[in-house]
């Protein structure tokens, strides 16, 4: 699972999935958002970036399951568009 920090979601799920990145994302075939926070300053989300790295990796499917319990593409869905189902 990648966590990450970006000011441009689409943009950079695209590069991941071209493989225009030299990345664990590449490296590991991650291709799918199934998760999603939104904040308006950037040090909340690289703390929240952090927070979250920290955390094993049941804890983190923990989250993603709550708001997204079938691991949905969120940018193949209309989802991520709606702002109340994010986070943050």
Request: aromatic content about 10%; proline content about 2%.
């Amino acid at each position: 699972m990648y966590v990450g920090v970006t000011n441009n979601l689409e943009n950079r799920v695209a590069q991941h999935r071209e493989g225009k990145t030299d990345s664990f994302t590449s490296k590991y075939h991650v291709n799918t958002l199934v998760y999603a926070e939104d904040y308006q300053y950037i040090e909340d989300a690289i703390a929240r970036e952090k927070q979250i790295k920290g955390w094993r990796r049941s804890k983190k499917d923990a989250l993603v399951e709550t708001a997204n319990p079938t691991w949905a593409d969120l940018l193949e869905t209309s989802v991520i568009k709606d702002p109340s189902l994010r986070s943050g």
